[in-house]
Structures are given as structure tokens and as C-alpha cells.
């Protein structure tokens, strides 16, 4: 059957299960899909980790280090050294995972992680701390990318979002371990270097279970190894659902071997926008120096900081739990412009307190309300803007070019990571808190605009119903393209 245009992009819509609901898949009928979903979390689980951890750490590698604590740079070189590292391994991940494939960048990730956290536990000086944190970004970076897309390319369409979702769990877990480990070891002699150095064991748990995960189909397909690709695929989907996705993906190869440049530029802008806005209204921010805002808005214990901050980040997992349930019913589009409105409103509440403080009023009570907005800004992100930036640009992308343009839009991601992190406390110090928090306000607002314009709704469809997407935007709508999905549910 020809279809009048190339695909429905109705929200939600995919015109293959629409007419077959009998072949849908669910978390709880392909236990093969969890198993591997699992496993490739771990790089989710380590990324989270290790980014979340430093905010703890870096108060007792003050106490141990003089010149770390008279110094607001070295303190925010220690920071934001990870995440340079993460830059290049973003960069580097995307060209890796589309040479050599989605394993070979996981396990390069791991052996960065293990490095690095070796490096940091045994570290005399700062400067060795420095060269640690260094490579484990660049395992974060090498996971940042990889996870995610790996998974997207094993997942049915119809609970891909929740799959990837998963993955920015994992993270949010991470995150909130870290905490969980800094509060614990706060009277552990050698604290820093524990909390930091424990990374690598789960490095090595993923490297081990490296052997037994599957390649990606996709990928093996696109590299003519069909056999393996199909020998994947059968243990994700049925007959007869198989043999239609073999041929849905067959079909797609061949078509996206013709030129896409403008269609691809146009999935850039709408990828990289995401993932910079991501960090451009605070994120990592809020994750990297809760205890330090904790501190500044009027806690001033070590313990009571990180133990606020434990909640913050508690709060973080359990908004990414709601994202999960959320993004494949609610959509990415809808979901986003929600948390960013959310957003908006945690940020006026914790701009307005800590200006309120900042400018001679000590009350204890605009404190809990700094604490309470940085509650309420987690609790809003985390189902939305944590997400969908990573689910989206898994599924934007044409196949040969999935690893290295995902590579540039999170290398993108990373970059505003390092803007922030390594700005922030020097904004705080020229401008104050509250003011800093202003700027971040303005940036939430100017995303809301974005994504209005500029993010299109990918909830449910195939990745060939999305390459359509891109293809009216591009090009405008073409009655005489047939859509390969149409002709698979003949």
C-alpha cells in the first residue's frame, strides 16, 4: 500500500502498531531487553556517580589541602577537570561508536574510569587529583554517549523512551550514592579519597559483563553483518514482528545512503539546542555545588550540608522515576516545556531568597526556603529536562552518523557543563547568589522559546517515522515519498 505521505506524525502515533496493537512490546514480556538495558546502565550509574561525588569530596579535600581552600580556582579546576575530560570523550566516544561500535566505547570507558580512580585514591598532591579527575571524565564522557544510544538501538520504539529514561536513572542513582557514600564516610580517615577512588569497582563489574552483551543491531547491520544483527533481533522481537523490523531497517539503510546534509543540520540544531539548555539553566550547577549553596544559603556544617544535599539528590531520582512512567505517554515535547515551567518557578523562589539574605537579612527562614527551591528545582528537571535531551538525540540521527553527531551534541552538553561549573562560584563572588540564580532564571525562559519552535514530538515512533520529521522540515512535505513502515503493515 502507497501512502499519501510519508509518515503520520501524530503525537504518539506510529502507523505500524497502530495497526497491529497485537505486536507491542512491554518492560515485562522481553526479559533479554532488561538484562542488557541493565547492564549497559552501569556506564549511567558510574556517570552519575562520578560527577555527583566531587561536591562532597571537594569540602574535605579543602581540609586536607590549604591551597585548595584559599583558592575558588583550583577548587573549580578540581571540578570542572572531569568535565573537560568528558568533552574530548564525548567527541572521541562519537567517533568510536560509529568505527567501531557500541562495545569497544563501553569497554574504552570503563579501563578511563578505573584509571582515574585509582589515580585520585592514591593521589599526594592536588595535581595528581587533577590528572584523575581528567580521566574520569573522559569515562563519562565515553558513557555519556554510548549508554544511552546503545540502548535506544536495542529498545522497541514503543518503550524506547522509558528504556533510555532508565539510563538517566542510573545516573540520578549515582548521584544520589554519592551522597549516600559522602555522608557515610564524613568520619572515615582519608574520606575524599575513598569517596572518589570506590568508582572503580562498578567499572570493573561492567567490563566483566563487556563479553556477554550483544552488539547493536543496528550498527552490525550498517556495517553488513546482517547475520549477527538478525541473530540480535530475534531475541528482542517475535515473528512476525521480526521479520517486519529486518525489513523496516533494510529498507532505511538503503534510504539513508542518499545525501542528508540539511535534514541532519536541521536534527542538529534541534539535539544540541536540548543538551545545551540542559546545562544553561543549571543542572550541574545545582548537583556539583549543592553543599557549597547549602553552605553559602546558611548551613554551615560539613555534615548538615551534605546531609540537605543528600535529599536534594534523593529528590533527583525520584523526579527521573516519574520521567520514565512520563515520556512515552505524556512525549518528550510536552514533558520538557512542563519541567522547564516548573523550572522557572523553583528559580524565582531561590533567586529572590538568596538575594533576600545576601543583602542583610540572616533569618534561618530564607535558608530553608533556598533549601526549598533547590527541592523544587530538582523535583521539576529531573522528570523532563534530565531525560529527554538523551532520549531525544537517540533518535534524531541517521544511522551513520548516530555516534559521531550524538558525540557533538553531548560534546555540546559537556562544554556548557564547564561553563558553568567553572563560572559559577566566581559569579557568586562578583555578583551574589541570588543575582547568579537571575541569570539562570532568564536562560530557563529563552528554553521554553526553543522548544516551542525548535523540538518536534518523537514519542512512539520508529526511527524511520523520525527521519521523516526531518525530512518536511528540511525539504517541505513530499507526497511521493512512501514510507517503509506503511509498506511493512501490509
Same mark, same amino acid.
Given at each position: 500500500m502507497m501512502a499519501d505521505m510519508c509518515v503520520s506524525i501524530k503525537a504518539g502515533s506510529s502507523d505500524y502498531l497502530e495497526k497491529h496493537p497485537e505486536r507491542r512490546r512491554s518492560f515485562s514480556?522481553?526479559?533479554?531487553?532488561?538484562?542488557?538495558?541493565?547492564?549497559?546502565?552501569?556506564?549511567?550509574?558510574?556517570?552519575?556517580?562520578?560527577?555527583?561525588?566531587?561536591?562532597?569530596?571537594?569540602?574535605?579535600?579543602?581540609?586536607?589541602?590549604?591551597?585548595?581552600?584559599?583558592?575558588?580556582?583550583?577548587?573549580?579546576?578540581i571540578v570542572a577537570m572531569a568535565l573537560v575530560g568528558a568533552i574530548f570523550g564525548a567527541a572521541l566516544g562519537g567517533y568510536i561508536n560509529d568505527s567501531l561500535g557500541r562495545k569497544a566505547a563501553t569497554i574504552v570507558a570503563d579501563i578511563c574510569f578505573t584509571v582515574g580512580s585509582l589515580l585520585i585514591a592514591i593521589a599526594p598532591n592536588p595535581t595528581l587529583i587533577i590528572v584523575g579527575r581528567f580521566f574520569v571524565g573522559l569515562g563519562v564522557g565515553f558513557a555519556s554517549v554510548t549508554a544511552p544510544m546503545y540502548i535506544a538501538e536495542v529498545s522497541p520504539s514503543e518503550i524506547r523512551g522509558g528504556l533510555v529514561s532508565v539510563n538517566c536513572l542510573m545516573i540520578t542513582t549515582g548521584q544520589f550514592l554519592s551522597f549516600v557514600i559522602n555522608y557515610g564516610l564524613t568520619r572515615v580517615p582519608g574520606t575524599w579519597r575513598w569517596m572518589l577512588g570506590i568508582a572503580g569497582t562498578p567499572a570493573v563489574i561492567q567490563l566483566v559483563l563487556m563479553v556477554f552483551l550483544p552488539e547493536s543491531p543496528r550498527w552490525l547491520y550498517l556495517k553488513n553483518r546482517k547475520e549477527e544483527a538478525t541473530n540480535v533481533l530475534s531475541k528482542i522481537y517475535p515473528s512476525p514482528r521480526l521479520e517486519d523490523e529486518i525489513y523496516i531497517l533494510e529498507a532505511h539503510m538503503e534510504q539513508e545512503q542518499k545525501d542528508k546534509l540539511k535534514e541532519i543540520r536541521v536534527a542538529f540544531i534541534c539535539g544540541a539546542g536540548l543538551q545545551a539548555f540542559q546545562q544553561l539553566t543549571g543542572i550541574s550547577v545545582i548537583m556539583y555545588y549543592s553543599p557549597t549553596?547549602?553552605?553559602?544559603?546558611?548551613?554551615?556544617?560539613?555534615?548538615?550540608?551534605?546531609?540537605?544535599?543528600?535529599?536534594?539528590?534523593?529528590?533527583?531520582?525520584?523526579?527521573?522515576?516519574?520521567?520514565?512512567?512520563?515520556?512515552? %505517554?505524556? $512525549?518528550?515535547?510536552?514533558? /520538557?516545556?512542563?519541567?522547564?515551567?516548573? *523550572?522557572?518557578? !523553583?528559580?524565582?523562589? +531561590? =533567586?529572590?531568597?538568596?538575594?533576600?539574605?545576601?543583602?542583610?537579612?540572616?533569618?534561618?527562614?530564607?535558608?530553608?526556603?533556598?533549601?526549598?527551591?533547590?527541592?523544587?528545582?530538582?523535583?521539576?528537571?529531573?522528570?523532563?529536562?534530565?531525560?529527554?535531551?538523551?532520549?531525544?538525540?537517540?533518535?534524531?540521527?541517521?544511522?551513520?552518523?548516530?555516534? %559521531?553527531? $550524538?558525540?557533538?551534541?553531548? /560534546?555540546?552538553?559537556?562544554?556548557?557543563? *564547564?561553563?558553568? !561549573?567553572?563560572?559559577? +562560584? =566566581?559569579?557568586?563572588?562578583?555578583?551574589?547568589?541570588?543575582?547568579?540564580?537571575?541569570?539562570?532564571?532568564?536562560?530557563?525562559?529563552?528554553?521554553?522559546?526553543?522548544?516551542?519552535?525548535?523540538?518536534?514530538?518523537?514519542?512512539?515512533?520508529?526511527?524511520?517515522?523520525?527521519?521523516?520529521?526531518?525530512?518536511?522540515?528540511?525539504?517541505?512535505?513530499?507526497?511521493?515519498?512512501?514510507s517503509i513502515v506503511e509498506q511493512a503493515s501490509t
Open positions: 514480556q522481553n526479559f533479554y531487553i532488561v538484562g542488557v538495558t541493565f547492564a549497559a546502565d552501569i556506564g549511567g550509574l558510574l556517570f552519575g556517580y562520578d560527577t555527583g561525588v566531587i561536591s562532597g569530596a571537594l569540602l574535605y579535600i579543602k581540609d586536607d589541602f590549604e591551597v585548595v581552600k584559599n583558592s575558588s580556582f583550583l577548587q573549580e579546576l549553596i547549602i553552605q553559602l544559603a546558611g548551613f554551615k556544617l560539613n555534615e548538615s550540608a551534605l546531609f540537605l544535599s543528600l535529599i536534594v539528590s534523593a529528590i533527583n531520582a525520584g523526579g527521573t522515576i516519574i520521567g520514565i512512567y512520563l515520556i512515552d %505517554i505524556v $512525549g518528550r515535547k510536552k514533558l /520538557t516545556l512542563s519541567s522547564l515551567t516548573g *523550572v522557572v518557578g !523553583s528559580l524565582i523562589l +531561590l =533567586s529572590a531568597s538568596c538575594y533576600v539574605r545576601g543583602h542583610g537579612n540572616p533569618s534561618f527562614v530564607y535558608g530553608w526556603l533556598a533549601v526549598a527551591g533547590l527541592a523544587l528545582y530538582i523535583i521539576l528537571f529531573a522528570p523532563g529536562m534530565g531525560p529527554v535531551p538523551w532520549a531525544v538525540n537517540t533518535e534524531i540521527y541517521p544511522e551513520e552518523f548516530r555516534g %559521531i553527531c $550524538g558525540g557533538m551534541s553531548a /560534546t555540546i552538553n559537556w562544554v556548557g557543563c *564547564v561553563i558553568m !561549573s567553572i563560572s559559577f +562560584l =566566581s559569579f557568586v563572588d562578583a555578583i551574589g547568589l541570588g543575582e547568579s540564580f537571575m541569570i539562570l532564571l532568564v536562560v530557563a525562559c529563552v528554553a521554553i522559546v526553543f522548544v516551542i519552535f525548535c523540538v518536534p514530538e518523537t514519542k512512539g515512533l520508529t526511527f524511520e517515522e523520525v527521519s521523516n520529521i526531518w525530512k518536511e522540515k528540511a525539504y517541505g512535505k513530499n507526497k511521493n515519498i512512501e
